[in-house]
């Protein structure tokens, strides 16, 4: 039996934090402290894990989507980036088959193209060898007459050929859960909505945190040995360093419009006639999203939007590729933008690195900044690595062996057979496209959501009509997921917000209804509830106010 990850789990973590000391404190719930936590848990460390807002909300849930071994690093000499990731993306296929799924990629070349047939040619080649030629499969240069077969929308004027190659793409939300569950299935003690305040210090070391429960409001000290700051693009801040100086932070938007609109069958790569810069268009379900863009970013990473200057830039260039899509911004129907991590790279403040660190300050705070969502496990392998050396050097314990962590299954995980899931799935009287949904979403573990149905006939139906989520899901994301707001409801657990018609507003009422009833919020929660779920649409639409009229024209 799965073990519950509730609300209620969430208040017992924080009691049991504020009485007993743990070895190791995450701070920090994206995909780096969730990675962490699950390797660390996995040796036997007892750990935490907090974070100030849900878990992947910062980054890890606003990404690509994409696994991939980064075709466009072998272009800047990336080998061992490009290499490592490579590794990854098999591993991850492996260890989360439902989260992680291949992903074909058409990548046209146009005249005046900066790159070339030969170059692609080359470079392809590269990027299998850096694989060992163990990729999803390996790619196929095609002519412009296997360019149009495959994607007869795209813009035939000056085609030259191209070529298909295989990455993954993934739930990185989901991805990132999957990760919290598992270090709480080995015996994290793991909160979202709890806030580091300010590190605590004795004789001068990092030795815990004062934490905020930012739902009840109570204050919270952890005591621990070891404090990881895995905080993303708030790396200095909980550091305390100011003014920042670890990372140099780009701002990278995404729109999603109906893939009806644009017509494209697999993924396709796309090198903007606008600046020469590599963009995908992605399908999502019944969607597409196009991103992402990557400009220069110092607000704060809490206050960021897609404004219409991205719009406009993502949807020129997919317009260039497809020329009768005419996307335009009405076609629009959801949007996100997240802030890159990125260390800076030498003494060029403009320079940054796509490689990640791990280091600790004088006062033993060990921090872990840059990197990707793709490499994140072996990050966290080699984080859990420090904390277990650090952990002898101050008690004398044994140093525990390292956590398989690449060949457990992670949650939902423990079968690549997915079709016969789906038909399992089937055989209990679900639609196949609930079927397929519950398996892409859960895995191994759809037979808990489809018992919730049974249990509750009316939990079985739809959130929305034509939509394939559940009210099962939502109980299912409250009891096992620690889902706590409808943004974690609607946004990370399900994906409603992004799928839904003008973001399932027409059930968000009632969604609300569900969460009062089974987490006990009162009248004043459920309204600010639903206030912060109308902010969350007016923000992602916001970039409509300032569209210049034509701008498509
Ligand atoms: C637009 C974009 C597209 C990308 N696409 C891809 C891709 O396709 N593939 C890929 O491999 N990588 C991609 N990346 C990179 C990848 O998403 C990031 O490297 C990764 O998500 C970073 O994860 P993280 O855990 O380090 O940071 P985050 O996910 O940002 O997590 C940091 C967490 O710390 C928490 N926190 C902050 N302060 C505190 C505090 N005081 N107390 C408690 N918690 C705190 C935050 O709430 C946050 O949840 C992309 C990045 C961007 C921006």
Known sequence: MEPSLSFETRQANLKSLAAESVDLLIIGGGITGAGIARDAAMRGISTALIDKADFGSGTSSISSRLVHGGLRYLEHHHWRLVFEASHERRVLLKIAPHLVWPRSFIFPIHEGCRVNRWTLAAGLWLYDLMAAFRNVRRHQMLGKRGIRRAEPLIRERGLKGGARYYDAQCDDARLTLANIRDAHRHGAKVANYAQAERLELADGMVRGAHVVDLVSGEEIPIRAHVVVNATGPWTDEVAGIDPPTTLHTTKGAHVLVPRSRIGNHEAVTMIS?????????????????LGTTETESDGPPDDLRVTAEDVVYLLRTANAFFPEARLTPADVVATWAGVRPLLKAGNDPNAASREHRIWADDRGLLTIAGGKLTTYRKMAAQMADRVAARLHDIDGRPIPPRARTDRLALPGGETSALEILIAAAESEGLSHDTATHYVRMHGSETPAVIRLGQSNPQWARPVQDNLP????????????????????????????FYEAPEHGIESVEEVADLAAQEMGWDENRRRAELGAYHELIRRNDAFRDDLDEGALA
């Open 273 to 289: 006639p606008i600046d020469g810069r590599v963009l995908f268009a992605v399908p999502w379900g019944d969607f597409t999203y």
């Open 469 to 496: 989520t559940t009210w099962a899901q939502l109980i299912y994301a409250m009891r096992r997921e620690m889902a706590l707001t409808l943004s974690d409801l609607l946004v990370r657990r399900t994906h409603i």
